[in-house]
């Protein structure tokens, strides 16, 4: 059997030198200027807290709020490592929830036309005006709380699988259905790939849903005073009047929603930086 | 139609698409195609003509009237891997690499990478991407993801090639190739093509027939014979012989137009 030769015009597109440095040039910024906004940012709020003698119990400067987060470290990481796990857990249920609910919703249109309406309502529904309900009806507060965070962090993963495996290209599916795909190579093989990107996207947004969650859930049940967790020494502080705990509190849960995000964002990457701008460019 | 050859491959009988939304997409089709043949589709858009590619694959069922394909009702029976579909788009996994696009017949059979690896080493030497095996279809151009569709269509060895409109979103350049290379594909690989187009000059170099069809409703109008399409090269686009055909199979369109229109 022959082969051909391929022309000029065959080979793969590439980028040149110069384009490349600035690529690179711009990630640099990326982390430099955020980074160095801040700094700026927490300089200007510790000389004007310092400069107009504005009293700690109002707006502590931000080497107070380190301060305090060093004292009272061991009694607030406590705290914030039950956030943690409440964030955590009730992300992974939302992500097998919402994706087995929503590969069976790809599946079949009667389970969706069904079940539909009850994600929607419970999506629809401040999770403020259920937590109380919930927190009534569960005798652990920290299933209770649990369940909140998951709501809320439920519903984008659920609607973004399900758009993402009907996503998947019909000529593709017509290629699978030629060579006799079985269910199970049509999952595996085209729509998990296809829903991934959707899937990845709903996952950034489910991350910051369910640290939310965890901290809306915490105010709420924050009377009944057993948890431990971040949001409710927020509380526990405010009561207190101290306003530097607050602020380092709020501080660590920032710092927590951060590492989620870069998290996620990360895993996204990992997982579709191959592939998936392709998604947008076309035939030349 | 009454005394079929032995030895056809295709054969439609009296076949109507109508969808759900009451389109007739194809009005009593009928149309026998022996092995070996290269035949066109060609009409104007609109005219069923890729509708009936899809039920010859058995990717749409007909809504009366019958085809067999190698013996079997279109869809049923016979073996998978029978049949090679190339699209419009090239259709390719995003996410896989050249080889394992061209790995998913074979794989969706059951093969495994290791028994699959020396057949598609050689489909893709044949289609000219040996050295492309780990790209991704991102890094190629229009022309060579092509390529790639053609070759994931032939990994299976079928008797039966599909080409729907494969190479109407590429230049000029790069079709003029492609025509030749599956031309060559064809007589090395003994196919039968079927090739839908909506170019003239297309379907009258490579086709040993070309079946007209008009649209609204969808119906096939003429069948026109042409001298099989083997060792053609460019030349031949500008020869008089082509230039007789071509001129034959255009006003054969234009009256379907004119018929379209009253």
């Known amino acids: 059997m022959s082969t051909i030769e391929i022309h000029d015009e065959d080979t793969p597109v590439m980028m040149n030198a110069s384009q490349l440095q600035r690529e690179r040039r711009d990630k640099r910024m990326q982390v430099i200027m955020p980074l160095g906004a801040l700094v700026i940012a927490v300089l200007l709020w510790e000389f004007l807290v310092w400069y107009n003698e504005v009293p700690h119990y109002l707006i502590p400067a931000p080497s107070l709020i380190l301060k305090t987060l060093w004292v009272e470290g061991p009694s607030l990481l406590g705290s914030a490592w039950f956030t943690v796990k409440l964030t955590l857990m009730s992300l992974a249920l939302a992500m097998i929830g919402g994706v087995l609910l929503g590969m069976l919703f790809a599946l079949s249109r009667t389970v969706e036309m069904s079940l539909f309406p009850f994600a929607v309502i419970l999506q629809v529904t401040p999770i403020v005006a259920i937590a109380p309900l919930i927190l009534i009806y569960v005798d652990s507060t920290f299933s209770a709380l649990l369940i909140c965070a998951w709501i809320v962090a439920f519903f984008p993963i659920l609607s973004n699988t399900v758009i993402g495996i009907r996503s998947a290209d019909h000529n593709l599916r017509d290629m699978f259905s030629l060579y006799h795909a079985t269910p199970w190579q049509r999952l595996r093989f085209l729509l998990v790939p296809s829903a991934l990107p959707y899937f990845m996207a709903a996952l950034k947004i489910a991350g910051g849903l369910a640290l939310i969650g965890a901290v809306v859930a915490e105010f709420v049940a924050g009377s009944a005073g057993q948890n431990t967790g971040l949001a409710s020494r927020i509380l526990e502080s405010s009561f207190r009047n101290e306003i530097p705990k607050m602020f380092a509190a709020l501080l660590l849960v920032s710092l927590l929603g951060i590492a989620i995000f870069l998290a996620t964002s990360f895993l996204s990457k990992l997982v579709l930086g191959k592939w998936h701008e392709s998604e947008i460019k076309r035939e030349r | ?262």
């Open chain 2, 1 to 262: 139609m009454a005394a079929q050859p032995v030895d056809a491959l295709i054969d439609v009988r009296n076949v109507h698409k109508i969808f759900g939304n009451g389109t007739v997409a194809i009005k009593d089709m009928s149309l026998t195609i022996s092995e070996g043949e290269f035949v066109s589709f060609l009409g104007p858009s609109g005219c069923g003509k890729s509708t009936a590619l899809k039920m010859i694959a058995g990717l749409l069922s007909v809504s009366a009237g019958e085809i067999d394909v190698n013996g079997h009702p279109a869809g049923q029976g016979g073996e998978t891997g029978d049949i090679g579909y190339v699209f419009q788009d090239a259709t390719l996994m995003p996410w896989a690499n050249v080889f394992d696009n061209v790995f998913l017949p074979l794989r969706l059979q059951g093969v495994s990478r290791r028994d699959a690896t020396p057949r598609i080493t050689e489909v893709l030497a044949q289609v000219g991407l040996s050295k492309f095996h780990k790209s991704y279809p991102r890094e190629l151009s229009g022309g060579m993801k092509m390529r790639v569709s053609i070759a994931r269509a032939l990994v299976t060895n079928p008797k039966l090639l599909l080409l729907d409109e494969p190479f109407a979103a590429l230049d000029e350049i790069t079709r003029f190739k492609l025509n030749n290379d599956v031309l060559r594909l064809w007589e090395e690989n003994n196919l039968t093509v079927i090739f839908v187009t909506h170019s003239v000059f297309e379907s009258v170099y490579m086709s040993s027939r070309v079946v007209l069809m008009g649209a609204r409703p969808g119906r096939v109008i003429e069948e026109i014979e042409l001298p099989r399409a083997v060792g053609r090269t460019d030349e031949y686009r500008t020869s008089a012989e082509f230039g007789e055909h071509a001129r034959t199979v255009t006003q054969a369109l234009e009256r379907t137009m004119t018929n379209v229109d009253h």
